[in-house]
């Protein structure tokens, strides 16, 4: 990427400093998962001795200012603007990673925040590249995300917005009244990961079949399949076989 | 509605033909040389609305799209698409293999332009790996190459189908004829003319073959003959102009609205092109200009793609040049631990293989044996987190959201597709205007069903 939209160097400095100097930072590092071995395999005997073993693993930590480069310009501007309409606690955290930035916002100031980047002249968020959604069934508390790519064409930037929702109410404001584009893009989220999203002018299954149960790309939906037999032996569905985790 | 039976229908045979009363009125299906019954079975109904179901198997529907057509006469009154006819599930699948088998999946999504595809969710691995600066610059030269090779031939197929579509049947058969020359590149150069799998996490699978240069610079000067072929035949010709202009009519605060991008975005006169404004792969240090269309309309996007597949021949002949002073040069990351071992060859059967790797890894060191099974059967580690690199597709602003959790398998692609995106404004395009005209609307947007639904 181009120099200018991307101060990647000083940003990646950025993420190794200790955070908790903003208010805004949850400043621990998030654990989403535990692995245990080293081959991923389950229900066998340990013979290459590393079934003891147990790594986390953890998203990328809230970043401390300085972002590095126009990041520090934008979090100023969202800062005082959210700050004038009494969002303080809009943003929860940002975070400055490999020379991109994401904003993650609270459900409820969604729309408000993404109003905010598209209307602001300072900040000009024209263009949204879609909703993709994420499951971390390790996640507590915030176990689905929704993550939103924004594009600024006026100043050439490019930013990212998440927010989360609990498993156990999959519920998030829809920004179709911001973006239309995320029209189609919220309904296929909903359709592949359970993610309702409220005030969504009609939220039905886009790519699945409208009598369809469940919702296929969350990580507790099994990808299917039937063991074939092979010569003898027995090969398992690709998830249920061993594999590297 | 009138329940009462028109005489005509009691002459339909066919089981799977003729009409039946439900609940939403009187439905017909149309198998063809049935119209003297359904036009006179509409006649006492002429008050009431036709909802037409076009596709998901009509041939100008581009693949298996279904539009929903709600018809006063010939006006369309509403348009609304039904997708995912050609979900495969891709992006879970990718979920159960590792880092370098995903460019396996993602390649045989928008199967018009496989190496966008392939490099957007690379570019999106690498940037997590940070070895964005280490892809040597053979690699990253070769993926322009083929890059803008494939933006040819998919704007080929555009222009082709499209034609074909209004009737223009020899702009069909001119189109497919230059893009086979196109996928025969392809072919020489990846050894498949579709589902390359070339560009890997770390650069390219091989090398340019023997003659490749040769021949690409054979194929441009043979495109500079022929291009203006597809000018001449539809630049002025006035059936073609009648057809295309004014339809699917979409200005630049609608195309930001709908977030459309590529052609249709461009074809409003905003020069907006990630190869200029945000590049990768090196863009910024070849010679090319944006180019635009101020008409808002078909005939504008398909100007726009017929002048960038000039641009896109600059972009290959530059490529070639530099690609001809690189021989030898690696086309694959130093880090033996991203990078394959074995650098193949395409044998006279077609397969990869590397004789000189096979003997050493099974007759002279057992332990470049183990580290190549361990790193094709178990693949590398990428560090946790997310990254979003789009690249300027044929079709518009095309990336993926790749998504990890520190494995050797990718916890989450998401790709955004241009086709999808711009599908979305089918029904701005189209309603109001003739039937005849959503199918020229939507051949303007270009979607690729395969890109649709993933």
Known sequence: MSGETSPGGQAGEAGQVPSGTLPAQPGEQRVVAERHGLFGARG?????GFGGLVTTVALPRPSARPYGGWFDEVADVLERRTGEQGLEHAVLGVVVDRGEITFHVRREDLVAVLRLLRDDPALRFELSSGVSAVHLPGDAGRELHAVYHLLSMTHNRRIRVETTAPDADPHVPSTVSVYPTHDWHEREAYDMFGLVFDGHPALTRILMPDDWPGHPQRKDYPLGGIPVEYKGGTVPPPDQRRSYS | MSTTDHPAAHDVQDVYAGTSETGEGRVFTVTGQDWDSIAAGLDHEMDDRVVVNMGPQHPSTHGVLRLILELEGETVTEARCGIGYLHTGIEKNMEFRTWTQGVTFCTRMDYLSPFFNETTYVLGVERLLGIEDDVPEKAQTMRVLLMELNRISSHLVAIATGGMEIGALTVMTIGFRERELVLDLFEL????????????????????????IDEIRGFVALMRERLPEYAALCNANPIFKGRLEGVGHLDLEGCLALGLTGPVLRSTGYPWDLRKTQPYCGYETYDFDVQTWDTCDSYGRFRVRLAEMWESLRIVEQATDRLARMEGDPVMVADR???????????????GNSLDHIRHIMGESMEALIHHFKLVTEGFRVPAGQAYVPVESPRGELGAHVVSDGGTK??????????????????VMSEGGMVADVIVAIASIDPVMGGVDR
Do not use: C, E
């Not at chain 2, 150069?189 to 023997?210: C, E, K, S, W, Y």
């Open chain 2, 337 to 351: 631990k991203i990078a394959w071992p074995s650098q193949l060859a395409i044998g006279s059967d077609g397969m």
């Open chain 2, 410 to 427: 990718p916890y989450r692609v998401h790709f955004r597709d241009p086709s999808f995106t711009n599908l979305q404004a089918t029904s």
């Open chain 2, 189 to 212: 150069i990846t050894g498949l003319r579709m589902n390359h799998a070339f560009v890997r996490p770390g650069g390219v699978a091989q090398d340019l073959p023997p003659g490749a």
């Open chain 1, 44 to 48: 066998t005997g340990d013979t290459s």
